[in-house]
């Protein structure tokens, strides 16, 4: 799917975003990181906390193409756009994150104990790479 796609599908709008949003959005990146390793919470919510950090830079990615998901599915939109904003060489990540999407809507609404501790390093790592990238991006 392209931009012009989501675009005409209503899935995002066109967006301007400020340096200071996006600077906002940093910090709740490295706010959601630092919660994510707090051992002293649940291994679901230190998931739950990563997740949110990546979604967080996939916000930030789709904002700085000029775009803002609409409120209806927007994880899956902001996650989606990620490879069309970064590369092909991004869809692996946004498979993966999407994967950590569906798990973060089970721990929410489901069940609980579906992830160990080595799933939230396996994020947190995956998420620390995201941000360096879109640091060099944005």
Same mark, same amino acid.
């Given at each position: 799917?392209? *931009? @012009?796609? $989501?675009?005409?599908?209503?899935?995002? =709008?066109?967006? /301007?975003?400020?340096? &200071?949003?996006?600077? @906002?959005?940093?910090?709740?990146?490295?706010?959601?990181? =630092? @919660?994510?390793?707090?051992?002293?919470?649940?291994? +679901?919510?230190? *998931?739950?906390?990563?997740?949110?950090?990546?979604?967080?830079?996939?916000?930030?990615?789709?904002?700085?193409?000029?775009?803002?998901? &609409? /409120?209806?599915?927007?994880?899956?939109?902001?996650?989606?756009?990620?490879?069309?904003? $970064?590369? +092909?060489?991004?869809?692996?990540?946004?498979?993966?994150? +999407? +994967?950590?999407?569906? =798990?973060?809507? @089970? $721990?929410?609404?489901?069940?609980?104990?579906?992830? /160990?501790?080595?799933?939230?390093?396996?994020?947190?790592?995956?998420?620390?790479?995201?941000?360096? &990238?879109?640091?060099?991006?944005?």
């Amino acid at each position: 799917m392209s *931009f @012009d796609e $989501l675009l005409e599908s209503g899935r995002i =709008t066109r967006h /301007s975003a400020s340096r &200071r949003e996006i600077g @906002d959005l940093l910090v709740a990146v490295a706010r959601d990181l =630092t @919660d994510a390793g707090h051992h002293g919470i649940s291994v +679901d919510r230190q *998931f739950m906390a990563a997740y949110e950090a990546g979604l967080g830079l996939c916000i930030i990615v789709l904002a700085a193409a000029g775009y803002r998901a &609409r /409120s209806s599915g927007h994880h899956v939109t902001a996650i989606e756009s990620l490879p069309l904003a $970064l590369g +092909d060489e991004f869809e692996a990540t946004r498979i993966y994150l +999407d +994967d950590c999407r569906e =798990t973060r809507h @089970d $721990l929410t609404y489901r069940r609980v104990g579906l992830v /160990s501790q080595a799933d939230v390093s396996d994020l947190i790592a995956e998420v620390e790479k995201l941000r360096e &990238r879109v640091l060099v991006a944005v």
